[in-house]
């Protein structure tokens, strides 16, 4: 698992827990308004070990409550199962964001129980998605991931930062009709200086 920033301790990213917040590195999407723009690539230039990360972790047993994995986008790493296993196995419940790209992993962790809470980004009503994503999206994907996760038993909601001159209000009522009835939905103004706020934490911290 390559990890590109890590938070070590967040009052906001896991609800009603404090808990770190591991970035893994990579993304598949190319959201013109992504506020961890440093993760896109498989290479970051800030990356920490395995080892030390779960050193960390190890220090931080009965003061977090939980432990958030997000990115880039976790779903495409082959080897987050494993890493989750690792991580529960001290003790922390997990996290899981995501942008909806990776049906069958985010299946895979619900089956074997290795998330606790999940949150998924719905970036656009799917006719725009290529747009707000920068990439040729599979909405059928996005679709069966939102299925998923609303039909399991895990806490979850799911999210969208409302960038003003790229979604208008037909295409927002749009999105929201993505939202299952019973699913709770955020909505995030995207802020500019939030976004650089977020690359200077990944890169320094």
């Known amino acids: 698992m390559v990890i590109g920033g890590l938070q070590r301790c967040s009052f906001s990213d896991y609800p009603g827990k404090v808990a770190a917040v591991l970035f893994t590195q990579g993304c598949n999407f190319r959201c013109p308004f992504c506020h961890n723009g440093s993760l896109l ?20 047993q009965g003061r977090l409550g939980g432990v958030v994995i997000s990115g880039g986008e976790p779903t495409g790493h082959a080897d987050l199962p494993q890493f989750i296993n690792k991580v529960k196995g001290l003790g922390f419940a997990v996290k899981l964001d995501t942008n909806g790209s990776h049906p069958e992993m985010v299946e895979l ?10 949150a998924m980004d719905i970036k656009a009503p799917l006719n725009k998605y290529d747009t707000l994503c920068g990439v040729k999206v599979d909405t059928r994907a996005i679709r069966q991931t939102i299925s998923v996760i609303s039909a399991s038993k895990a806490p979850h909601h799911f999210r969208t930062t409302h960038v ?19 699913s709770k939905h955020i909505t995030q103004p995207f802020v500019a200086e939030k976004a650089w706020k977020a690359e200077l934490r990944i890169s320094h911290q």
């Open 41 to 60: 690539a498989p290479k970051g230039a800030t990356q920490y070990g395995e080892r030390e990360v779960f050193d960390f972790l190890k220090r931080r």
């Open 164 to 182: 003003k001159p790229l979604l208008t209000e037909s295409d927002f009522a749009g999105l929201l009709a993505l939202v299952p009835p019973n």
């Open 109 to 118: 962790l619900l089956k074997e129980e290795l998330v606790d809470y999940l």
